[in-house]
């Protein structure tokens, strides 16, 4: 697909996407801690090899600071309930700065078993496309972005997704879930952005 189709392609798809003078907008990014061999958890669901250090959760904080609106899954929903009630339960204060930042956030789950949700968020009442041009209409809306394997999985396939971001750690996992999922087509990028922190490497990727 040229990207002028894709063009056209997103604003009927997410007419919120493009800016008025019709450039595409880069602002749904897919950002999780991956390890060496390409998985954001382990075999177990286990995504403790992932804790940041100081260093890199101030560039976390800054990061999602950017962030205005996020679209979720059941599973990574849940995972991070435990931020709602950090004043609670933490001390840290890098923590506590992250809990805030990430709290602001407005929030949507898409979840077929789940009747209720807490803080800053709501189920979805639509299409993942129709609910990410509805956070883009926001007043003063931003980056969105998008978590959990399989709704991103979902994204990914039509090709909603503009920017990659990696946080490659130094764990082999030898199995889990993938950050990439199995995909119709081969996908362009570019990468735009790396930076190194002391023991991971931050790689940032716009399609092409």
Request: hydrophobic letters at 40%; zero cysteines; proline letters at 5%.
């Amino acid at each position: 697909m040229s990207q002028e189709a894709y063009s056209r392609f997103r604003a009927q798809t997410v007419p919120s996407l493009v800016a008025e003078e019709g450039i595409l907008m880069p602002t749904l990014i897919y950002s999780m801690s991956v390890s060496l061999d390409g998985h954001i958890a382990g075999p177990d669901g286990a995504i403790d090899w992932a804790a940041p250090d100081e260093e890199l959760m101030r560039f976390h904080i800054e990061q999602t600071r950017e962030v205005t609106g996020h679209l979720t899954g059941r599973g990574l929903y849940e995972d991070m309930l435990s931020w709602e009630t950090a004043e609670q339960t933490r001390t840290d204060p890098l923590e506590l700065e992250f809990a805030r930042t990430w709290k602001a956030i407005q929030k949507v789950v898409f979840s077929s078993s789940l009747t209720s949700v807490e803080g800053n968020a709501r189920l979805a009442r639509s299409g993942v496309a129709h609910e990410l041009a509805e956070l883009k209409n926001q007043p003063g809306a931003g980056i969105v972005s998008v978590g959990g394997a399989r709704l991103a999985a979902s994204l990914a396939e039509k090709d909603l997704i503009d920017e990659y971001r990696l946080f490659v750690n130094p764990v082999v996992l030898g199995g889990g879930t993938p950050y990439f999922p199995p995909l119709p087509k081969r996908l362009h990028l570019e990468l735009v952005e790396t930076q190194t922190f002391s023991q991971v490497v931050y790689l940032r990727y716009r399609r092409v």
